[in-house]
């Protein structure tokens, strides 16, 4: 199916129907296209096995140009901080950051 990742269970499945089928009827029985039952011919590693973890960010924080001026109101003792109003005077942060400091 387009669109869909691979499973681990997949992979079981066509691996363990290519032994008695086609690569055609068992890509077909496992629920996958050919072109990846030629993939996995190609290198049997499972899906799972496969992904590797990011060291980079996907998008800038939101938060990091005004971050040090947020510790500092947070440390100081017995006083709170209006944060949806704080943030919502730069006018440049949407809901989720003031979501995510008012969590705290």
């Known amino acids: 199916m387009p669109g ?7 992979v079981h ?6 032994r008695h089928h086609t690569l055609a009827v068992a890509a077909a029985k ?12 190609k ?3 499972l899906p799972s096995q496969k992904k590797r973890e990011r060291h980079w960010r996907t998008r800038p924080a ?8 947020v510790e500092e ?3 100081i003792p017995g006083s709170t901080v209006d944060f949806a109003n704080w943030l ?17």
């Open 4 to 10: 869909l990742h691979i499973t681990d269970q997949q």
């Open 13 to 18: 499945r066509y691996m363990s129907l290519r």
């Open 30 to 41: 496992a629920g996958i296209s050919e072109r990846s039952a030629r993939r996995i011919d």
């Open 43 to 45: 290198n049997p590693q």
């Open 62 to 69: 939101p938060l990091e140009p005004i971050w040090p001026r």
């Open 73 to 75: 109101l947070l440390k």
């Open 88 to 104: 919502g005077s730069r006018g440049r942060f949407g809901l989720g950051p003031v979501c995510i400091l008012t969590a705290f």
